[in-house]
Nanobody, 121 residues
Framework: QVKMVESGGGSVQAGGSLRLSCAAS????????MGWFRQAPGKEREGVAT????????HYADSVKGRFTISRDNDKNTLYLQMNSLKLEDTAMYYC??????????????WGQGTQVTVSS
């Protein structure tokens, strides 16, 4: 079992930036991929970004490409999501996730509790 704890959410004006963090309870080298999802009110949860262990290859949803950057610090067992040029439509609860197998584009196995991001005009 892996416990994931997100932090860094908050309120920001459109065009601003936030950095989310996600601390994992064990060595992230054992997790084939880690990533971020988000869920806005009334919408389905969607994958935002994934990073793969070893290669550090990344994958982004089209809606965030060029604005968001996923990264990790394996020494700290921590995942990050740097969010720049935030838009109103980025408002959502953001979840980190991790997966020891990563059989799909985004991790599915372990989840955090979420951190709220609110973008205002």
């Amino acid at each position: 079992q892996v416990k994931m704890v997100e932090s860094g959410g908050g309120s920001v004006q459109a065009g601003g930036s936030l950095r989310l963090s996600c601390a994992a309870s064990r060595d992230t080298y054992t997790l084939k991929c880690m990533g971020w999802f988000r869920q806005a009110p009334g919408k389905e949860r969607e994958g935002v970004a994934t990073i793969y262990t070893g290669s550090d290859n990344t994958h982004y949803a089209d809606s965030v490409k060029g604005r968001f950057t996923i990264s990790r610090d394996n020494d700290k067992n921590t995942l990050y999501l740097q969010m720049n040029s935030l838009k109103l439509e980025d408002t959502a609860m953001y979840y980190c996730a991790a997966d020891p197998l990563c059989l799909s584009t985004f991790p599915r196995r372990y989840w955090g509790q979420g951190t709220q991001v609110t973008v205002s005009s």
